[in-house]
């Protein structure tokens, strides 16, 4: 991705919100590693997750099972540190 491609305020109040990209589009130069509905929870909640992948990168994008950007997790011995967790989306009408 390239600085150049980004849209200022004016452009994004111009083409609305659908011209943002969504999270997951922004992290495929890094490995990913798909999370099951525990393991989602668990790198909510700031804990580290096993993955005794050997090959594994020292930074992963962890995904939820429908492909949703949960988080960048770093790689700590054969553990996986969650180091940006993303927020939770609301459904319309709901607190955030």
Do not use: C, F
């Not at 492909?67 to 989306?89: N, Q, S, W, Y």
Request: charge should be negative; charged fraction near 30%; proline fraction near 5%.
């Amino acid at each position: 991705h390239q600085l150049s491609d980004a849209l200022s305020l004016e452009q994004i109040e111009e083409l609305g919100v659908g011209a943002l990209r969504a999270p997951r589009e922004m992290v495929t130069a890094l490995a990913h590693v798909t999370l099951d509905a525990d393991g989602v929870r668990d790198v909510r909640h700031g804990k580290s997750i096993s993955w005794p992948e050997e090959s594994m990168a020292s930074e992963v994008a962890a995904m939820d099972e429908s492909g949703d950007l949960v988080g960048i997790l770093v790689r700590r011995g054969d553990r996986l540190k969650p180091d940006v967790i993303l927020a939770l989306r609301s459904a319309p009408g709901e607190p955030q």
